[in-house]
């Protein structure tokens, strides 16, 4: 079995030849726009398809799907097979 990690925090995640940049969930939660506000991204559809973003603390809508964590450049898409995905951008 492959080993992977986060590549914010270096924590242990479970192996993805999918997506070797994905992040765990305690760094997805610390997810912020340019300015620091956070947000959180979500699917747009039941069935798990689309991607969106708002501001956690207003709701507000986020356009686009890039966003930071501890500085450094991600980016939130639908995942293959519905949900979302947030991974460091290279």
């Known amino acids: 079995m492959e080993n992977q990690k986060c590549p914010i925090c270096h924590k242990g995640v479970a192996y993805s030849e999918r997506y070797p940049n994905y992040l765990c969930g305690d760094c997805v939660h610390k997810a ?3 300015e620091g506000r956070a947000v959180v991204f ?3 559809a039941i069935s798990g398809h689309g991607c969106a973003g708002e501001y956690r603390d207003s709701g507000e809508k986020y356009h686009g799907n890039s966003c930071y964590v501890e500085g450094i450049a991600c980016e939130a898409r639908e995942a293959r097979f519905g949900g979302i995905v947030m991974e460091r951008v290279q």
Do not use: E, I, K, V
């Open 32 to 34: 912020t726009d340019w």
């Open 42 to 44: 979500y699917n747009t």
